[in-house]
């Protein structure tokens, strides 16, 4: 795979392990980031930003302490997975 394509993969596999955790992909149209919001959510505070570019994600401070948690975990699904894949 070139750069891009392994960068697609990478942003792929994110989603498919974020919607496994119950979050749906939230993308208005702001080019590289997208947020990652629970169906019952009760306040945007309880989202994580995703930027696509950079693989980073954002939680706010006063996101609940399983928003927190499940952003822990997509950052360190991210870390491996920027290692197998080489990116």
């Known amino acids: 795979m ?26 208005d149209g702001d080019g590289g980031r997208v947020m990652f919001i ?8 309880d989202s994580i930003e995703y930027h696509k570019s950079r693989f980073d994600v954002c939680v706010l401070n006063d996101a609940s ?16 997975q920027r290692k197998a894949l080489d990116i």
Do not use: C, Q, S
């Open 2 to 27: 070139n750069k891009t394509e392994t960068r697609k993969a990478l942003n792929k596999l994110v989603f498919e392990m974020v919607t496994g955790l119950g979050y749906e992909v939230v993308d």
């Open 65 to 80: 302490d399983k928003v927190k948690e499940d952003g822990e975990t997509i950052e360190w699904f991210i870390n491996v």
């Open 38 to 45: 629970k169906p019952d959510h009760k306040n945007y505070h």
